[in-house]
């Protein structure tokens, strides 16, 4: 299970603003929160997510795709490297390459499930439509 929590502390981590070895104290959580909450939110606005759910640290993250389908424990690479790159500025800190090419990836992942999904939900609906039961309710 992966928790809000979780995902700030790789991100923070990941992003070099605390060293791995460090606790995480419980401001850092609380502008992580907000921070990875404005992210998603981002993401609904672009259509790369259809909901997420309120987060406080302990929520699991699940992201629900226009379809209805949601993606949770496979999106903590995603989630955490690109909430790195979105913290890492604000705190005047550059990330590595390895964090750049992660979250591209981890994103490019996340975008190729939404396609999928409205694939899917599209193509349900236009062999719905031409099920012989709806092509007679047409006429």
Known sequence: MTTARKVIEIALRRS?????SEAVEALEIQNGLTDLTAMLNDWVLDGVIKSFPTLTELTEVVLTFYDDTTLQ????VALSTNLAIRISGEAGVSVGQDVLFDAKNGLNAILRKQSNSQLLASSYETT???MPSQRLRRV
């Open 73 to 76: 424990d496979t999106t903590t």
């Open 16 to 20: 070099g603003i605390i060293d791995p």
């Open 128 to 130: 719905l439509s031409n």
